[in-house]
């Protein structure tokens, strides 16, 4: 763990007023606190105002420069740009996986590296510079690092019609998923997947749930293709 703040604030180019608000942000439940005097002890509740204020910045963002685009596709966009993997992403760009306090458990376990963990610390920043600065702070970051690359980011919503879509076009054979493992107690499951076309490996993906473990395998099959 980074325990050098300044590392971060360099990172997203924000200077909090009160860096409480960050402490908070980054402090994950399994990570044992006393309470912070806005009586959160960790950044559950922040990450539920940041997804609020994403959400909102987001369609904002969508409404006024995709004016060709119909409410069904602005939905569909919306999702693959806040979905977890894409926020995990978002937020490996700035390092935010290395800030959380996790738990002596969670940390064991792999958690630094989840991307349900660092998603929801992505959000739970956001929180924080809406609560510190106002709208205008938290719209300047989402903008900087979420709504950027958006062309990339199509992929996040439904990975699996869009390789499916890719390969049909280029004729390339029979894509199957297969799940190939699952780990960890049945409140916290990880499934390991691939993704084969005529049976060979071409993806392989993690993720709380089949389906997300799936998405995930064609994310990476996606970009095999592309290149």
Do not use: W
Not at 54 to 80: C, H, P, Q
């Amino acid at each position: 763990m980074n325990t050098n703040i300044d590392d971060l604030l360099n990172s997203i180019g924000y200077s909090f007023k009160d860096e409480k608000l960050l402490i908070t942000a980054l402090t994950h439940k399994s990570y044992e606190v006393n309470k912070t005097e806005s009586g959160d002890v960790n950044n559950e509740r922040m990450e539920y105002l940041g997804d609020a204020v994403l959400e909102l910045v987001t369609s904002d963002f969508l409404y006024k420069n995709y004016k060709d685009m119909s409410e069904g596709e602005m939905t569909k966009l919306r999702a693959s740009l806040v979905c977890e993997p894409a926020l995990a992403i978002d937020a490996r760009e700035i390092n935010l996986q290395d800030f959380i306090y996790l738990g002596k458990g969670e940390e064991n376990s792999g958690g630094r590296n989840r991307d349900s963990i660092i998603s929801d610390a992505f959000e739970a920043v956001i929180g924080a510079i809406y609560l510190d600065g106002g709208m205008d702070a938290a719209t300047k970051f989402i903008n900087t690092f979420v709504l950027n690359d958006i062309e990339h980011k199509k992929t996040f919503f439904d990975s699996k019609t869009v390789l499916q879509e890719r390969v049909d076009a280029a004729d390339l054979g029979m894509i199957q998923y297969q799940i190939v493992g699952e780990s960890g107690p049945d409140h916290n499951k990880v499934f390991d997947a691939v993704v084969k076309l005529n049976d060979e490996i071409i993806g392989e993906g993690t993720g709380h749930t089949k389906k997300q473990a799936e998405q995930q395998a064609a994310i990476e099959a996606i970009s095999k293709i592309n290149n």
